[in-house]
């Protein structure tokens, strides 16, 4: 058996006494978490030894003050007092110790009583600089927390907004994309089919664009047509012998057939394509 363990059986009969000592497994574990708790023990009884001791010392000390005070009392013949003077005295000894007097006369008391309320006054004046200005710390703060929750509401929905916009944005850039492939591959084919059909010798003004504006010459030829199919109605109602009447009639009727040629023609042209 070690040094270590000659300690710890020593502690345990110690502590245990007349008893005898329970069981216990012997291992790493329980010898460290016993040698832990026997030092523990030596410190605190080394502790508990140290207090006792000056313990003692301020009973003598105060014993000797007792007495010192006792015979004091008795050289001035107040060896024996009432419970009522007792009790005034005790008052009067925990006033001073309050006021932090160095010496127990009237003028003491008194100035050390005006310094502490004068000292009251200012301490209480303190509290209610300082409750004020809690209450204005605390109206501010309550500002500042709805102004804070007003912002970061703010912030949410332009948050939001923001989240919208973007994905509109990509949707927008997506079909803007897909209408722009589509463009440049319809204007591919374009180009394939209109070398295709000039190789076989087809007329260009079949073209769509040639169609297209074809139409647009029969839109105007027709709108042409009706202003000069009631001008010329109006030359209809002049007298029959009037020869520049039948002249100018001869003239209008020359140019809405010329116009109504070209419209029989266009549409032919339109039907055939």
Same mark, same amino acid.
């Given at each position: 058996?070690?040094?270590?363990?000659?300690?710890?059986?020593?502690?345990?009969?110690?502590?245990?006494?007349?008893?005898?000592?329970? !069981?216990?497994?012997?291992?790493? &574990?329980?010898?460290?978490?016993?040698?832990?708790m026997m030092h523990?023990?030596?410190?605190?009884?080394?502790?508990? %030894?140290?207090?006792?001791?000056?313990?003692? !010392?301020?009973?003598?000390?105060?014993?000797?003050?007792?007495?010192r005070l006792e015979r004091l009392l008795q050289s001035v013949g107040l060896s024996e007092l009432s419970p009522q003077t007792t009790v005034h /005295?005790?008052?009067?000894?925990?006033?001073?110790?309050?006021?932090?007097?160095? !010496?127990?006369? &009237?003028?003491?008391?008194?100035?050390?009583?005006?310094a502490f309320a004068q000292e009251r006054r200012r301490t209480a004046a303190e509290r209610r600089t300082?409750?004020? /200005?809690?209450?204005?710390? /605390?109206q501010k703060t309550t500002e500042a927390l709805h102004r804070l929750q007003c912002l970061q509401q703010a912030s949410q929905k332009a948050e939001n907004i923001d989240q919208m916009q973007t994905a509109?944005?990509?949707?927008?850039?997506?079909?803007?994309?897909? /209408?722009?492939?589509?463009? %440049? %591959?319809?204007?591919?084919?374009?180009? %394939?089919?209109?070398?295709?059909?000039?190789?076989?010798?087809?007329?260009?003004?079949?073209?769509?664009?040639?169609?297209?504006?074809?139409?647009?010459?029969?839109?105007?030829t027709q709108q042409q047509i009706g202003p000069l199919k009631e001008q010329l109605s109006s030359y209809q109602n002049l007298p029959l012998d009037t020869s520049l009447a039948r002249l100018k009639v001869e003239e209008l009727r020359q140019q809405v057939a010329a116009l109504e040629q070209q419209l029989l023609f266009d549409v032919d042209m339109l039907q055939f394509s």
């Open positions: 058996m070690n040094t270590s363990s000659q300690q710890l059986q020593k502690w345990l009969q110690e502590i245990f006494g007349t008893e005898s000592i329970p !069981q216990y497994e012997v291992n790493d &574990t329980t010898v460290c978490l016993l040698t832990d523990a023990y030596y410190e605190q009884s080394f502790y508990m %030894k140290q207090i006792s001791e000056d313990n003692q !010392q301020k009973i003598q000390e105060y014993s000797a003050e007792a007495e /005295l005790r008052n009067l000894s925990s006033t001073a110790v309050t006021l932090d007097l160095k !010496q127990p006369t &009237t003028s003491s008391y008194l100035l050390g009583l005006t300082e409750k004020a /200005l809690s209450s204005e710390l /605390l509109k944005s990509h949707v927008i850039e997506k079909e803007t994309q897909f /209408l722009h492939d589509k463009c %440049k %591959k319809y204007k591919s084919h374009v180009t %394939k089919l209109e070398r295709k059909l000039t190789k076989t010798g087809i007329d260009p003004s079949l073209y769509h664009g040639s169609l297209l504006r074809q139409a647009c010459q029969l839109m105007e």
